[in-house]
Every structure is written in C-alpha cells, then in structure tokens.
C-alpha cells in the first residue's frame, strides 16, 4: 500500500467503526469496536518484527566461515545461503500482496511471522547439509515474505491519517536498518553460541513477534472485503508493461542491489585497512544505524518535497558517496562516514520510491507494492551473488560499480517522470 493512498478515505473512515457500519448501525448491533489501532504498539511490533525478518537475509554473511567450516565448502559459496533466501523472499512478495487483499493483513502477517520463525529455529538450525540449507532457506524466505506488504496494509487501514507516513517511513526504514543490526548481532553472538544458534535465537524471537501480533493487532471485522486472487494478480503484468512503472521498477532492483552490495563487499572484499580487524569491521556495519534513526524521524520535513525529487537526490547522493569511499578505502573513519551518508541516501530514497509508484499504481496500490518489494530483493539477491562470484576483483572495483549503477537509478527515475505512462 503506496503512502499517498493511505489517507484517501481518512475522513470517511472517521464515520465509521471497524466494523464497517455506521456508529448507529453498531450500537444497534451492540458491537462497538475501535477503530484505530495504538500507533505506538504496532509500530513497536512492525519495526522489530521488520528487523528480525528481513534480517534473516543478511544473518549468515557475518557467519560465512563458520558455516563454510561446517560443511567443508568455503565461503563464497555460502554466499548462496543469503541469495536462496533473498530470490524466495522477492518471489513471495508476488504472492503477499494479492493474498494480503484476498485474506486481510492480521492473518498473513501472524502466519509470516510464525512460520518464518518456525523454519528459522527448526529447521535450519539443525542441517546436516548444505542443500538441505539452501533448500530451507528457500522456504523461509517464501514464507517471511508475507510480513512486510501485509504490514503496510495494516497500517493503512487501522492506522490514524495523521501518524500514517510516519509509521511506514519507520515500517520501510527497520527493513534497511536489518541489512546493518542484523549482521553486528550475528557478529557478537557467533563466537558464542555458533550460527546453529544465532539461528536458534533468531527464529525464537520472530516467533514471539508472531505470537505478540496475533494478540495486538485488531481484527479484519468489516473493514476487509476479500478480493479475487485472480484480479489481484491479474494487475502485475499490466503495470510492466508501462514505461515509467518498469523504470521505477528497475529502479528499485539497483537501490537495494547496491546497499545489499556494500555491506557483502565489506564482508568479502575488503579493504586492507579491516584485515583481521574485527573492531574496524563492526564500526562500519554500525555506522549507518544513525542515519537510519534519523530519517524516519525527519520524514514530515522531507514530505515538502515531491516523492520523485527525493529519489532523484537520493541515488546522486548515494552514487556520490560511493565513488567517495573509493578514496577513503585505506581509512575505516573516513570509509565509515561515507557508509553514513551512503546508508541515509538510501533510506531515503527507499519510502520516496513506494510513494511515487503509488502515484503511478492506476488503482493498483497492492499489486503495485508487491513488484516493487519484489524487484527491490531480486536486486539484493543479485547483489550478494556478484559480490560472492568476484569478490577477487578487489573493493574499490565493487565501489565504482555501486556509484554506476546508483547513477544508472537517478536515470531511470528521471526517465520515469519524462513518460506519460
């Protein structure tokens, strides 16, 4: 669900209950119930289960070698752990908007989170072989795909106008911040419990999530009509075959491609100032935390500006901060302040993404969401498997390519204004 569609019927939904019926109708049926949902709540739920989630795709890339050791392969190879996950994951997101329309949010978000952490905790943390790995992975990230579309979906039915943008801004944001509190928690925890047990844990405490939204969220009551599967679907090839729709689309393949892409260059391939420097590792990964912190927070002060300016600015600045880092490879303070920027130009961009193709969506808002989610973790699955395949070629060789194809994004966005379609 596209931000600017969250308000539309905002005054509408004002005169009525979650049943659906008007207030006299209600309490004539003596079935008053809340309207809105606790912003603070749900937002607390949303973010941490949004990190926790989405950071199953970025868990092992702190765990390559320990797992490589377990089932003697090395660990460009199990690259293919994060990539399984993540093909699953965009492929899911197909799948979870038009299910999210057809079943209602609370129901796909509670199955997401509990299935997800089901197979986190079960099943892949006791694999006696990579292919059963790989194969697991695969169903996780199918499964854990389901939160996200039916989040933001929630949020627009359940949530008051006013505090909407905010929340999917927070909502959006926790989805980057996973890429970066994921991989240090990994970090830290490895060395003491194993990656059978970073799973363990992990998978644990999404299933709590699941259990918590089962008992905060509100029922779907009259606010959800089920809609067709068919028409939900039916909707995906129609907005590819339009030009601006598909630049945006590819858009968004390179704006996570090339987060996804630092971080597992880091990891992989980097520069010789972090050899064998754990501490120098962990302060990069955490240094974009404060830009992710911040935007949300500043997300009313960037709403003045139209969602395709933002998209604009943020893919120069990330491009520009990219071919920086290239110049400061041999310094982790200054590698890391242009991580911070790189990091805050994304997330940025990310929400002003999801706002303009909602513009775009023709009445589409679901089916319009799930291809953007699903072409925003193609591209992030893209990105770790290239890192993994060349990471010989050396760190500043993946910097130049980043600052490319960031540039290659502001394009299209640019390209998607110009087309009328």
């Not at 005169?15 to 079935?31: I, K, M, V």
């Not at 969220?217 to 090839?237: R, S, W, Y």
């Not at 290239?326 to 242009?338: E, H, K, T, Y």
């Not at 009445?363 to 498997?385: C, H, V």
Request: contains cysteine.
């Amino acid at each position: 669900m596209a931000p600017q569609d969250l308000g539309k019927n905002a005054n509408m939904d004002r005169h009525f209950d979650a049943t659906g019926e008007a207030p006299d109708a209600a309490n004539a049926a003596g079935d008053q119930v809340q309207s809105w949902a606790s912003p603070g709540a749900t937002m607390s739920l949303f973010v941490l289960a949004g990190l926790a989630v989405v950071g199953q795709m970025y868990i092992v890339l702190p765990m390559l070698t320990q797992m490589a050791d377990t089932f003697g392969t090395d660990a460009q190879k199990m690259v293919a752990a994060s990539t399984a996950f993540g093909f699953a994951y965009a492929a899911g997101f197909l799948c979870a908007g038009p299910m999210t329309d057809h079943f209602g949010p609370r129901r796909i978000i509670v199955a997401g989170l509990l299935l997800s952490g089901a197979v986190a905790m079960g099943l892949c943390a006791v694999s006696v072989s990579m292919p059963l790995l790989l194969s697991l992975r695969t169903v996780q990230g199918f499964v854990a795909a389901m939160f996200l579309p039916a989040a933001l979906s929630y949020v627009a039915t359940r949530i008051r106008p006013e505090v909407r943008v905010l929340m999917i801004s927070c909502v959006t944001t926790s989805a980057f911040a996973a890429a970066i509190a994921m991989q240090a928690a990994a970090q830290l925890l490895v060395g003491v419990v194993g990656w059978r047990g970073v799973f363990m844990l992990s998978g644990a405490a999404i299933m709590i999530l699941g259990v918590l939204a089962r008992i905060l969220l509100l029922h779907n009551g009259g606010l959800h009509k089920p809609a067709g599967l068919k028409v939900a679907f039916t909707a995906i090839p129609s907005l590819l075959a339009r030009p601006a729709m598909l630049a945006l689309y590819i858009a968004s393949l390179l704006l996570l491609g090339s987060f996804v892409s630092m971080y597992a260059a880091i990891a992989l391939a980097g520069p010789e100032s972090l050899a064998d420097s754990p501490s120098g590792l962990m302060t990069l990964r955490l240094s974009g935390l404060p830009a992710m912190i911040a935007v949300p927070l500043l997300a009313p002060f960037l709403k003045r500006f139209p969602a395709l300016r933002r998209v604009i600015f943020g893919f120069c600045v990330s491009a520009l901060s990219a071919a920086g880092a290239m110049f400061a490879a041999d310094s982790v303070m200054l590698l890391a302040l242009m991580l911070l920027v790189f990091v805050a130009a994304t997330a940025m961009t990310a929400p002003a993404i999801i706002e303009h193709i909602g513009v775009k969506s023709a009445g589409n808002p679901g089916a319009a969401t799930a291809l953007y989610g699903f072409s925003m973790f193609l591209g992030a699955s893209i990105g770790s498997q290239a890192v993994g395949a060349l990471r010989d070629q050396g760190f500043t060789t993946f910097l130049a390519a980043i600052a490319v194809a960031c540039g290659i994004g502001a394009a299209l966005a640019v390209l998607s204004r110009l087309s009328s379609k």
